[in-house]
Each structure stands twice: as structure tokens, then as C-alpha cells.
T-cell receptor, first 112, second 115 residues
Framework: DAKTTQPPSMDCAEGRAANLPCNHS???????VYWYRQIHSQGPQYIIH???NNETNEMASLIITEDRKSSTLILPHATLRDTAVYYC?????????????FGAGTRLFVKA | GAGVSQSPRYKVAKRGQDVALRCDPI?????LFWYQQALGQGPEFLTY????????KSGLPSDRFFAERPEGSVSTLKIQRTQQEDSAVYLC?????????????FGPGTRLTVT
């Protein structure tokens, strides 16, 4: 089972900020939060990751709460091409490997 | 540089046939993952390699599924005696290092349809 909980779908107007929430209340102290997105018929694409501090890159910003039990991915100016399924993941270090559990994600619809 | 490539992109197999799916990871990437993605669902972990060592195969759904990465580079996922429930997109991903925080780079996937 996924260690994260996300809303199944969200809408956003083009040009506005898209704020995608994720709950990860059982996250361990050394687990990172990763965000990926998957545009239709493509493989998932890495967006951003963080441990404790807020992070920003050319694609998005990641806000992690102080208790690390939840986070928000922010796309500052959503475009139609940002329509995709967004996955919030915490890494599960198991049996010496890195099993990555995706969950169902949030389907973001950016509307003109 | 080149990303992760997978071949074939599409495969149609008759039930009972064996199939082999290939993944070419990014050069120098230590870690390689295979995932299975059913229609409308998120990718599900199948197996993980660190170089040529298969360190985690807990996600392989049955003993009909077999993966290898003999030289620590190219990997092959083999499915024997395919069944209709094997129809899915099979995704391969690689990452530079086996420890966090390194992102995974995904290939476009192979869409397998078992008829």
C-alpha cells in the first residue's frame, strides 16, 4: 500500500497556481518526499524532492510541513501542458533495495 | 544525452506465448527498476537491480516473470506463458545511485496486450 494519500482529481485554471496536497503521516525521519508526474502515454517524469526544507526548481515548488506529515506541490503558473497525473511518493527502503510505491496520484486538469 | 529507452514500444502476444521486454538505462546508472502499470492505475513496483545484482524481486506477480541484468547495464524482463491479466504497460527506470536522494528516470514503457 502507498504511504501517501492524495485527492483523486483537481481542476486548475490556466495561468493560475496549482496546489496539489499530499498526506504522508507515517513518514520516517530519513525518508524523502518525491513528486513525479505522468502525462498521457508517457513514462513518469521527476519533478522535485525534499526532506525537511521547502524546495524550488524551474518546474515547481515543494512545501513540506514542519512535522513532515504533509506536503504541497505548487505549479506557480499552470499551463495546459501541465495536465497530468501527479504522484507523491515517499521512499520505502526495504530489503536492501528501494521499492518505490506510487499510489493512484492526483489527476490535474488545467482548463483554458 | 540519451534517456532510458525501451523496446518494443508495443507488443501483442497470444495467450501462452513468451515475451521479452528490453530496457536500456542511462549510461552509468547503477539502479534499475521495473514497474507494471495497469490502465488507470499508478505504476506498481516489480523488481530492482543494483548493477547486476537483483536486490528486490518482491513485486514480481508470479514465477512466470523473470528479470535479468547480466552486465549491469541492459535489462530484460521476460514473461513466460503470458496470460490476459499480464496486459499492461511495463515501465523501466534508472537512477544514478542506489541511495537517496536520486530521482528515477523513466522510459516510455512497453505496452503489452495479451489476446
Amino acid at each position: 500500500d502507498a504511504k501517501t494519500t492524495q485527492p483523486p482529481s483537481m481542476d486548475c485554471a490556466e495561468g493560475r497556481a496549482a496546489n496539489l496536497p499530499c498526506n504522508h503521516s507515517t513518514i520516517s525521519g530519513n525518508e524523502y518526499v518525491y513528486w513525479y508526474r505522468q502525462i498521457h502515454s508517457q513514462g513518469p517524469q521527476y519533478i522535485i524532492h525534499g526532506l525537511k526544507n521547502n524546495e524550488t526548481n524551474e518546474m515547481a515548488s515543494l512545501i513540506i510541513t514542519e512535522d513532515r506529515k504533509s506536503s504541497t506541490l505548487i505549479l506557480p503558473h499552470a499551463t495546459l501542458r501541465d495536465t497530468a497525473v501527479y504522484y507523491c511518493i515517499v521512499r520505502v527502503d526495504d530489503t536492501g533495495g528501494f521499492k518505490t510505491i506510487f499510489g493512484a496520484g492526483t489527476r490535474l486538469f488545467v482548463k483554458a | 544525452g540519451a534517456g532510458v529507452s525501451q523496446s518494443p514500444r508495443y507488443k501483442v502476444a497470444k495467450r501462452g506465448q513468451d515475451v521479452a521486454l528490453r530496457c536500456d538505462p542511462i549510461s552509468g546508472h547503477v539502479s534499475l527498476f521495473w514497474y507494471q502499470q495497469a490502465l488507470g492505475q499508478g505504476p506498481e513496483f516489480l523488481t530492482y537491480f543494483q548493477n547486476e545484482a537483483q536486490l528486490d524481486k518482491s513485486g514480481l506477480p508470479s514465477d512466470r516473470f523473470f528479470a535479468e541484468r547480466p552486465e549491469g547495464s541492459v535489462s530484460t524482463l521476460k514473461i513466460q506463458r503470458t496470460q490476459q491479466e499480464d496486459s499492461a504497460v511495463y515501465l523501466c527506470a534508472s537512477s544514478l545511485a542506489p541511495y537517496d536522494p536520486y530521482e528515477q528516470y523513466f522510459g516510455p514503457g512497453t505496452r503489452l496486450t495479451v489476446t
